[in-house]
């Protein structure tokens, strides 16, 4: 469940989600390009193109159509452990030059599976011409739809697993 903060400038976002796979499995998910194209910031049918160097200090880019809109992703990763942990920018340069930041930890339950623990974080200017409410109003309505994004995102991440486990299977 996703959890908002209204105290700063930043609009925050935490997701917690419990995996039936390992933490090998979720970290490729997260570094091996030919799965990241099918659900990171795009899918199969809506993927133009996308480049990843996935090594710390390397750059990503998305080149995402949708509508007949092109929107373009990219970021860099700043710190990879494997298995364990991934700490990544995202930015849209179309429509900021901003860029803001992904987290995200594995932990492997003893039950088996991977809790992803994962944390977003955007600077939102707050803007002279807002009230303080209005701001507030503004940055949750940002929060609420950023995060039912990424939510559908890895609900799309499952699904390109589950997808791979059977192709192996078979």
Same mark, same amino acid.
């Given at each position: 469940?996703?959890?908002?903060?209204?105290?700063? %400038?930043?609009?925050?976002?935490?997701?917690?989600?419990?995996?039936?796979?390992?933490?090998?499995?979720?970290?490729?998910?997260?570094?091996? #390009?030919?799965?990241?194209?099918?659900? &990171? @910031? *795009?899918?199969?049918? *809506?993927?133009?193109?996308?480049?990843?160097?996935?090594?710390?200090?390397?750059? $990503?880019?998305?080149?995402?159509?949708?509508?007949?809109?092109?929107?373009?992703?990219?970021?860099?990763? #700043?710190?990879?452990?494997?298995?364990?942990?991934?700490?990544?920018?995202?930015? @849209?340069?179309? =429509?900021?030059?901003? %860029?803001?930041?992904?987290?995200?930890?594995?932990? %492997?339950? #003893?039950?088996?599976?991977?809790?992803?623990? &994962?944390?977003?974080?955007?600077?939102?200017?707050?803007?002279?011409?807002?009230? /303080?409410?209005? $701001?507030?109003?503004?940055?949750? #309505?940002? !929060?609420?739809?950023?995060? !039912?994004?990424?939510?559908?995102? &890895?609900?799309?991440?499952?699904?390109? =697993?589950?997808?791979?486990?059977?192709?192996? /299977?078979?």
């Amino acid at each position: 469940m996703a959890k908002y903060n209204v105290e700063n %400038e930043y609009v925050e976002i935490d997701i917690e989600r419990l995996l039936k796979y390992s933490p090998e499995t979720i970290y490729e998910a997260w570094t091996k #390009e030919d799965i990241l194209k099918q659900w &990171f @910031m *795009t899918s199969k049918r *809506t993927n133009k193109s996308f480049e990843a160097d996935v090594q710390e200090g390397g750059k $990503y880019r998305i080149v995402d159509s949708r509508n007949g809109k092109q929107n373009i992703i990219e970021g860099t990763y #700043e710190e990879l452990v494997m298995d364990e942990f991934i700490k990544m920018t995202i930015g @849209m340069p179309g =429509l900021s030059n901003d %860029e803001d930041i992904i987290e995200v930890e594995f932990f %492997e339950r #003893e039950s088996g599976g991977t809790q992803m623990f &994962f944390y977003y974080q955007s600077y939102m200017e707050r803007e002279r011409r807002l009230t /303080n409410l209005e $701001y507030k109003q503004k940055k949750k #309505e940002y !929060h609420d739809s950023t995060a !039912h994004g990424f939510e559908l995102m &890895f609900d799309k991440m499952n699904a390109v =697993l589950e997808e791979i486990e059977e192709q192996k /299977n078979n």
